[in-house]
């Protein structure tokens, strides 16, 4: 953390406290409050932390009023157009684009690792086939810490290297068996002739029974998928990857707690809730009904998958998602689907109308994403876990940041306590 000389004063009950102000290399000051209870005997108060950095990191940059988002400083649009996965979870992991021969051994150590341990098999097997494929996957990704021993101690560098190595490259297998178990086929291996993405839609589509050839177009949308999840700086699993690390759990665990926070529907469940949201419209004619019940203040219809939380101009990786949307619909149709038929006149109807352009009510990343998911026979069940896939890299990047942060102390959040005051015990006869 750089230092400062910017000092902010705080005054309370009559007494001035002078709080530290940082600057980082781009984005708002953060004033530093450390030593304020240990001062002035109070705490601050910020539910949902919407003004407070609990972390220094220097792996992403948003500025959500611009539509800006920066993986080491390069721009998202400029990586999906560009880069692929692999190369961006280098960028992640290590601060800097590789070279080729950096790429290719990279590429290689995480190729070698996408078989698991062959007894996790019986882990998927003690599940109900009706399980949501979340649910299998915090079981078993929270289980690897039982199979891979070594790269299990957090204060061994190589083993850290291991575990961040092992994670991105299971994590497509596991996600692949949790869906064909919730279908009732066989488990498909995986392939190292196949690129990350390839492998990942043959280890989810093909069959014993026939050949399955992976569409490059596909392949690439698939990859732009991951791309764009892969980080999204201190969201809410992030912070809980970081919470669960910050007491020295094993990074099995830690990402075991990601998935299952990134599982709720105000998050990773998003472009699920989109594509839920146009199969209830149905059919083309019932958009302007649903168009004007979103524009009804009374109304609690809201159009899943426009706008964001944090971008309050445009989703930046949208751009590119809707590209790849075009890119997968025109390869695959929409005649036949009449859930795709919506989502393409929907985007139409509402980019043309003022009220969602004046409330910068764009589509976002989930409202292509789910599109592009939905035609390639994906079910919406499988769409966070291939959330949690993409997402794998950004929290074990954010996991050993935090590691190598000499700041590091186990995170404990302060409260506002509402409850009764001291009260003695009665005992029941004199209740």
């Given at each position: ?56 990191s220097a792996i992403t940059y948003i500025d959500g009023a611009e ?9 998202i649009g400029q990586l999906a ?351």
């Open positions: 953390m750089a230092d400062t000389d910017k000092t902010a004063t705080l005054n309370i009950a009559g007494q001035s406290y002078d709080m530290p102000i940082h600057s980082p290399t781009v984005g708002p000051d953060v004033v530093d409050i450390g030593k304020l209870y240990g001062q002035a005997g109070v705490f601050t108060y910020d539910p949902g932390f919407t003004s407070t950095a609990a972390c220094e539509g800006v988002l920066l993986h080491r400083g390069y721009p157009e560009k880069s692929h996965y692999l190369e961006v979870c280098y960028l992640l992991l290590y601060g800097d684009l590789p070279s080729a021969a950096e790429l290719e051994d990279f590429e290689s150590r995480v190729t070698n690792h996408t078989m698991i341990h062959e007894q996790m098999h019986n882990f998927f097997r003690g599940f109900r086939r009706d399980a949501h494929p979340m649910a299998t996957m915090v079981g078993v990704v929270g289980a690897m810490s039982a199979f891979y021993h070594d790269s299990t101690d957090i204060n061994d560098p190589w083993q850290r290297e291991v575990a961040s190595i092992r994670l991105i490259a299971k994590m497509p297998t596991i996600a692949a068996m949790a869906y064909k178990y919730s279908v009732g086929q066989p488990f498909v291996y995986p392939k190292n002739d196949l690129d990350y993405a390839s492998n990942f839609l043959n280890m989810c589509f093909s069959v014993p029974a026939q050949e399955y050839h992976v569409d490059p177009i596909l392949a690439r949308a698939m990859d732009r998928i991951f791309t764009l999840h892969a980080d999204h700086e201190q969201n809410a699993s992030t912070s809980t990857v970081r919470l669960a690390s910050s007491s020295g759990a094993n990074p099995f665990a830690c990402i075991a707690a990601g998935i299952a926070c990134l599982w709720g529907p105000a998050h990773g469940g998003a472009n699920q809730a989109c594509l839920e949201m146009l199969q209830e419209i149905g059919t083309v004619d019932r958009i302007p009904e649903y168009i004007a019940r979103a524009k009804d203040k009374n109304d609690p219809f809201r159009l899943m998958g426009f706008g964001h939380r944090v971008y309050k101009n445009f989703d930046p990786r949208a751009t590119v998602m809707k590209q790849s949307a075009d890119e997968v619909l025109e390869l695959l149709g929409v005649e036949n689907n009449p859930t795709l038929q919506v989502a393409k006149e929907l985007e139409k109807q509402a980019l043309a109308d003022p009220y969602f352009a004046d409330k910068k009510l764009f589509p976002n990343v989930d409202f292509y994403s789910g599109i592009i998911l939905e035609a390639m026979g994906f079910p919406t069940s499988m769409f966070t876990p291939i959330f949690a896939l993409s997402r794998t890299v950004g929290w074990i990047s954010q996991w050993k940041e935090q590691l190598s942060d000499p700041a590091l102390k186990i995170g404990r959040p302060r409260q506002l306590y509402t409850g009764p005051t001291q009260r003695d015990y009665v005992d029941v006869e004199s209740r």
